[in-house]
Nanobody
Framework: QVQLVESGGGLVQPGGSLRLSCAAS????????MRWHRQAPGKERELVAT????????NYADFVKGRFTISRDNAKNTVYLQMNSLKPEDTAVYFC?????????WGQGTQVTVSS
């Protein structure tokens, strides 16, 4: 079955960086668009970034443009989110997601906390 396992979250000071990873299994990773979402306390989940199957087309939410970079390694079935210049408002649980056969799948998420 589809499994998505995120890692790399943690506590970081404002202005710092983190790199999130999401290991995928249970489907042919290279054939699917991958996304990162996040959910802050008391807020709805929001889309952060999208990457196409080849990794050649990436889209970002306005609130992360210029600071975050999504990438993928199809040989490793892994999608990444490099997060730089982190702000306290980036504090959230971050999820990688895939639409597989019409059904959205989410990982368990990884907590990112930006605080001094």
């Amino acid at each position: 079955q589809v499994q998505l396992v995120e890692s790399g979250g943690g506590l970081v000071q404002p202005g710092g960086s983190l790199r999130l990873s999401c290991a995928a299994s249970g489907f042919t990773f290279s054939l699917y668009v991958m996304r990162w979402h996040r959910q802050a306390p008391g807020k709805e989940r929001e889309l952060v970034a999208t990457i196409n199957t080849a990794g050649s087309n990436r889209n970002y939410a306005d609130f992360v443009k210029g600071r975050f970079t999504i990438s993928r390694d199809n040989a490793k079935n892994t999608v990444y989110l490099q997060m730089n210049s982190l702000k306290p408002e980036d504090t959230a649980v971050y999820f990688c997601t895939v639409f597989y056969q019409g059904t959205p799948y989410w990982g368990q998420g990884t907590q990112v906390t930006v605080s001094s």
